[in-house]
């Protein structure tokens, strides 16, 4: 069983820019769909980005232009770089691979924008 496990989040200020990263117990974040997605309270999850395999990403509207998902395949590790904060990115931020129908997520990390 793959583990991912989140780490990165924290306290910031609107307007600051926090690093979230995701590691997979073992190598195969080669193949597969990484994605992160987030839940804030009384909301369903939504998507945050993701990453397939060959490189192609693809961002929530309410991210687009602030967060940049990246891979690292030597590292097992993917990451969320979250740029210009807002009081409304407050949410758990969980981390996801998605490889031939089989989903496994991570166990969440709190971020907490304040204004």
């Known amino acids: 069983q793959v583990r991912l496990v989140e780490s990165g989040g924290g306290l910031v200020l609107a307007g600051g820019s926090l690093r979230l990263s995701c590691a997979a117990s073992?190598?195969?974040?080669?193949?597969?769909?990484m994605g992160w997605y987030r839940q804030a309270p009384g909301n369903q999850r939504e998507l945050v980005a993701y990453?397939?395999?060959?490189?192609?990403?693809n961002y929530g509207d309410s991210v687009k232009g602030r967060f940049t998902i990246s891979r690292d395949n030597a590292k097992n590790t993917v990451y969320l770089q979250m740029n210009s904060l807002k009081p409304e990115d407050t949410a758990v931020y969980y981390c996801?691979?998605?490889?031939?129908?089989?989903?496994?997520w991570g166990q969440g990390t709190q971020v907490t924008v304040s204004s």
């Open positions: 996801n691979h998605l490889f031939s129908g089989v989903s496994t």
């Open positions: 990453t397939s395999s060959i490189g192609t990403t």
């Open positions: 073992r190598s195969f974040l080669s193949i597969g769909t």
